[in-house]
């Protein structure tokens, strides 16, 4: 079936603005995470839904990030007041039910730039 | 820091070579994983291998794990310039949340034709 899909691919705004990230899962797939990748680094979790399950949102680096998940399916992230240090690639994955392996899929990212 | 650290942090091979990239973690682990990532693209599942495992095959895929020495390698054989990417190392920490993959800075693989 379809995998991961994220939008838009690329998004440009100026400083301060508010932009909103889209993921929409592997269908079935219950559990999905964001993370931020910035240029040659690794992932930094930002974010874990699973099912009716209240958030895991440890990894959010400041009050201006949130993400929410609606009928456990598509999610948002949203970032307010964007700063150019949020310019980043962030990428979304999911993965079945269970914590067995925790194999995740992920999407292609959308690549952030704040100008 | 990082959970897993790879090394090398990039790597230039010619067509045909095998290529070898190592990883390293500091906390004892339930598996260990190894994803690909091409330019633009999303993170790509590869293979993962179990803490009581030491070696694991998949095509032209290897992979060893020694908990003693809480390292990792992944040795790509035959290479093809298709394989030009990085590749993550990820583990799944004991003692942790059974959900969060801790992600090393990876391994930048390039491949001359």
């Known amino acids: 079936g379809a995998g991961v899909s994220q939008s838009p691919s690329n998004k440009v705004t100026e400083k301060g603005k508010d932009v909103e990230l889209r993921c929409d899962p592997i269908?079935?797939?219950?559990?999905l995470y964001w993370y931020r990748q910035s240029l040659g680094q690794g992932l930094e979790f930002l974010i874990y839904?699973?099912?009716?399950?209240?958030?895991?949102k440890s990894g959010l680096p400041s009050d201006r990030f949130s993400a929410e998940r609606t009928g456990g399916s598509v999610s948002t992230l949203t970032i307010q007041r964007t700063q150019q240090e949020d310019s980043a690639v962030y990428l979304c994955a999911s993965r079945r039910q269970g914590p067995a392996k925790n194999i995740q899929y992920f999407g292609a990212g959308t690549r952030l730039s704040v100008l | 820091s990082q959970q897993g650290e790879e090394d090398p942090q990039a790597l230039s091979i010619q067509e045909g070579e095998n290529a070898t990239m190592n990883c390293s973690y500091k906390?004892?682990?339930?598996?260990l994983q190894w994803y690909r990532q091409n330019s633009g693209r999303g993170l790509v599942h590869l293979i993962l291998i179990r803490s009581n495992e030491r070696e694991k095959h998949s095509g032209r895929l290897r992979v060893t794990l020694d908990t003693s020495k809480k390292s990792s390698s992944l040795l790509i054989t035959a290479s093809r310039a298709a394989d030009t990417a990085s590749y993550f190392c990820?583990?799944?920490?004991?003692?942790?949340?059974?959900?969060?993959?801790?992600f090393g800075k990876g391994t930048l693989l390039t491949v001359n034709p």
């Open positions: 839904f699973q099912g009716n399950s209240a958030p895991d």
């Open positions: 990820a583990t799944d920490a004991v003692g942790g949340s059974n959900y969060k993959l801790t």
């Open positions: 269908s079935g797939h219950t559990a």
């Open positions: 906390t004892s682990i339930n598996n």
